[in-house]
């Protein structure tokens, strides 16, 4: 899978500045698979994270710099964690955007090869300078949309500003979206970028990572959802809501719930639990797992849980965990929202209800917890389906083919630049 049209391999940088790396959940999980296929692709990565967190969301997040899984990276403020004083946080943010511009200014000045910068951010701090700087080199810029970020309430007015008006596509060469929603709301809708300048990229897996897992062992049969509690709180309900209605059936089994969740968020859900007669002790609060051992839960269980809402943003992302849920070969149960449907089908690869239909989506809880063998193929074929369409050097060939052309290019005019300067 290296070989490419390259003669080399070119540089290129991805830029973090929102969540951590390389632990964490699923927008870490995305940046190290994006790392992996365009390595694969005939490229030399790096990922960088140029603002350190407030507090450390994986306590295995720690390193300053290193190589995860294959992938390079390092924290440009030379820490994974902000500061406790209000003066240090600013002058950690600072040091770590002059270092993300020094980097770019390094990375993409005239060398033998192109240079690309990958841009994960939805800063305009961070990504217009960059911008700015990779017009005066003629490099390439490539922005990712794995979420439509002003529908969030927590994104910040700037950012949603950076989103709305266009910006941070108009000013890229190429885009990477993560679904068909968000492909039509930078192209037709917006009229940001040409169509032909964006890449639809899913989901991506990679089966190296689960070969060989030991399955997690617990007194009752469990459901799972994973990811961050206090952000999916709705969420959370709806599947207690769900859990409560196999309960009252007479299924007796547990719901686990793998993620951070702060004390008010956890109150809340137990709250739901009385409201909806689901008992406390059957709802477990798992905690931040992360690689071989959130695997293993994964791979333990009866069924794992992914509810999409019948909403815009539920339309424009597809969750990265869906991928490793698959992969674990346990009955995946979802909604039909998005781009679910063009891959998983009710009953072949995975359980798919209506959307915000919880009756449904427990029919299908209880059809995995009262039909092992069923789940059990259900899952595998959902595995082979992971394997087929999300493997991310299944996805590598397709990078390779959208962004040579546009490097290369690029590669042609700075060639040019240097012969006319010698003349």
């Known amino acids: 899978m290296k070989d490419s049209h390259f003669t080399d391999r070119p540089a290129l940088v991805i830029f973090l500045d929102a969540f951590g790396f390389p632990n964490g959940g699923g927008g870490a999980t995305r940046a190290r698979l994006l790392a992996k296929a365009l390595d694969a692709a005939g490229f030399e990565v790096t990922v960088v994270v140029s603002k350190a967190l407030d507090s450390i969301t994986s306590p295995k997040n720690s390193q300053q ?243 999409l809402g019948d909403d815009y943003r539920s339309r424009a992302r597809f969750p990265t965990k869906i991928g490793e849920y698959l992969l674990c070969a346990r009955p995946v149960i979802t909604n039909q929202v998005g781009d679910v449907g063009e891959f998983l089908t009710d009953g072949k690869n995975a359980l798919v209800a209506a959307p915000d239909d919880d009756a449904a989506f427990a029919q299908r809880m209880a059809f995995a917890l009262d039909n092992p063998a069923e789940a059990a193929r259900i899952g595998e074929n959902g595995r082979q389906t992971a394997i087929r369409e999300f493997h991310y050097e299944a996805i590598a060939v397709r990078m390779r083919e959208f962004l040579s052309n546009v490097v290369l290019l690029q590669s042609i005019k700075d060639k040019r630049s240097e012969i006319c300067k010698c003349s």
Not at 82 to 102: E, I, N, Q, Y
Not at 196 to 205: F, G, H, K, T
Not at 210 to 231: D, E, M, N, Q
Not at 232 to 250: E, K, Q, T, W
């Open 65 to 307: 710099s290193g190589v995860s899984r294959s992938v390079k990276y390092r924290y440009l403020p030379g820490r994974t964690t902000r500061p406790t004083s209000f003066v240090g946080r600013r002058a950690s943010d600072v040091l770590g955007w002059t270092k993300a511009m020094a980097t770019a200014f390094l990375a993409m000045s005239p060398s033998r090869r192109p240079k690309v910068l990958y841009l994960y951010s939805d800063s305009p701090f961070l990504c217009i300078p960059l911008y700015l700087i990779s017009r005066i080199f003629r490099q390439v810029v490539v922005a990712e949309l794995c979420e439509w970020r002003p529908d969030l309430p927590d994104t910040p007015w700037l950012h949603k500003w950076f989103n709305k008006t266009g910006l941070k596509f108009r000013c890229a060469d190429r885009v990477f979206a993560i679904s068909r929603a968000l492909e039509a709301k930078v192209t037709h809708d917006m009229g940001a970028i040409s169509p032909s300048c964006v890449l639809r990229v899913p989901i991506m897996a990679d089966p190296e990572e689960f070969r060989s897992l030991t399955l997690a062992a617990r007194s009752r049969p469990y459901v799972l959802w994973s990811g961050a509690i206090s952000g999916y709180a709705d969420s959370v309900m709806f599947l207690i809501r769900v859990a409560a209605r196999c309960f009252a059936a007479g299924h007796d089994f547990d719901f686990l719930l793998l993620g951070s969740a702060d004390a008010s968020v956890q109150h809340r859900l137990l709250q739901e639990c009385d409201a909806c007669n689901f008992p406390r002790d059957h709802l477990i609060f798992g905690g931040y797992r992360t690689g071989s051992e959130l695997y293993g839960y994964y791979a333990g269980a009866t069924a794992l849980l992914a509810p």
